[in-house]
Each structure stands twice: as C-alpha cells, then as structure tokens.
C-alpha cells in the first residue's frame, strides 16, 4: 500500500509489550531511495536518546488505528546502542545497531534491501560477520542518510527551468521504497500537484536545495494531475509511467528478483 509520509507521521508504535511512542520523522537514503529509519517520538520515556527503528523490525500498518506494531520488546530497544538527540547516524553506529539485533545490514549486497531482503530468515546463531555482508561491499557504500524532511521544500528543477517543490514523499509500506515526491506547481501550474519517480531524479544538491530531475517542464505539465483524494491504483501508475515512456519499477523489481533467484 502507498501512503504519504506526512500520513504516517504520529502514527503510534506498538511493541510486544505496549506502545512506545509515536513516528516522529524518517532517516532515508539517496541512493536507493528507501526509508531506512524511523524516528519515535517516546514523550518521557527514554528522554535525550534519539530512538529509531529499522523497518526490519516493522508489523502491519493500520490505517484505521493510525498504528504500526513493532517486533520487539521495549527492553530490546532500552538496551540497543544509545544515539543522542541529534546526533548523526554514522557508519559506525549502524554496524553496531545491525549486531545487537542480529540482523543483516542493507548495504551488504546489491538491491534495496542488501542480500537478503526486508523479511529475512535469519538462523539462530548465524554467522553475524556474513550477516555484515562482504567487505567490498561495505568498503564501497557511502552513507547516504539523510531526513526526509530535510527536502521538503527543495526546488525541482527540470532540464529547462524550475518546475515546482517538494511537498512530501509517497512510501511503500511493503518495501518501505519511496515511489514518489509528490511536487507542488502552483507557482508554475496554479493548484496543480504531480508525482515524481526517484527514478527520475539525476541528483539532488543539497547546497543549493534543489532536486534536478531528468524531464521538461512541458513534459511535467502535461502529466496525470495529483491530489489529496487520488487514489493510486496501478492503472493511475501505469498512466504516469506511460506518459514519461518509462518502464514502471514493478517491472524492474520483478526482473531484478528474477535475476537474483
């Protein structure tokens, strides 16, 4: 299901032993374009530590609840390796995180979610040093990690002109992917709003907090109108996609899973 990060902000955490708090904002990546991190709001509990959640540890997401469960204890995560508040997540951080939870990290192998996946099937006492993935591997990622709402607001700038900015991100709460920013023309296009593919982006300059995306603005002009009521059927993606020639990125998952088996 696709739904809107600005949705899913407040949403309340539920561990296996009681609620810890609720989303407060999200970590992700420019490479990938994935949520990495959720940030939790934990009111007076565990007050000066910055408490986030990997979406390995995600359950379902319940829109009517407005409520996400998470597969661990509050003691799990009192004892995880403490971040302060407002600390950068380093590298360093990371590895240790990945360790106490037993998990194999996202970097260690070629698609979005490492080598072996969002929902691994992770052995009693497994090798963690495989779980870490190659040393290669880990010797080339950078860290990318970045707050999302860090670009919202960033100008979007087409092959020729400014076209608009960030209003917010559509997530995949299955993948935890990003397959869309939706952006606010109405300083171009009165009251229009249009969705994005990370696909499409070439880079983002952070300096200058701008998005420049492979496209024209006419091109952007003349694609399916976005609001707050659209409902994001496949049909709607596939006209979007189609609109841009482009392949739809349910496509090149199931051809990169194909390719893995």
């Known amino acids: 299901m696709l739904n809107k990060a600005k949705t899913l902000k407040n949403y309340k955490l539920s561990c296996v032993d009681g609620e810890i708090g609720k989303v407060k904002e999200f970590y992700f990546d420019d490479h990938f374009w994935a949520i990495r991190y959720l940030i939790v709001n934990t009111g007076n509990w565990l007050t000066g530590r910055q408490v986030i959640i990997s979406p390995y540890a995600l359950g379902d997401v319940n829109k009517e609840d407005e409520s996400i469960t998470i597969n661990l204890t509050k003691n799990q995560i009192e004892n995880s390796p403490s971040l302060y508040n407002d600390e950068p997540i380093s590298r360093q951080y990371e590895e240790d995180y ?10 260690g192998g070629p698609n979005m979610w490492g080598t072996y996946g969002l929902s691994p099937r992770i052995e009693s006492g497994q090798d963690q040093e495989k779980l870490m993935g190659s040393p290669q591997v880990n010797e080339q990622w950078e860290n990318h990690l970045h707050m999302a709402s860090d670009v919202i607001g960033y100008d979007i700038q087409a092959t020729d002109g400014t076209i608009g900015h960030v209003e917010d991100f559509i997530i995949d709460d299955k993948t935890l992917a990003i ?58 993606e596939t006209g979007l996609y189609n609109h841009y020639n482009q392949q739809g990125y349910w496509i090149d998952e199931h051809e990169s899973n194909e390719h893995f088996l």
């Open 179 to 236: 397959r869309y920013l939706i952006i606010d023309t109405k300083n171009w296009l009165p009251g229009k709003k249009v969705l994005i593919s990370p696909k499409w982006i070439e880079r983002v300059s952070w300096d200058e907090s701008k998005v420049f995306i492979n496209l024209l603005r006419e091109s952007i002009k003349q694609s399916p109108e976005y609001t707050d009521e659209s409902i994001l059927t496949r049909d709607y």
């Open 98 to 107: 990945y360790k106490y939870y037993e998990w194999p990290v996202y970097w």
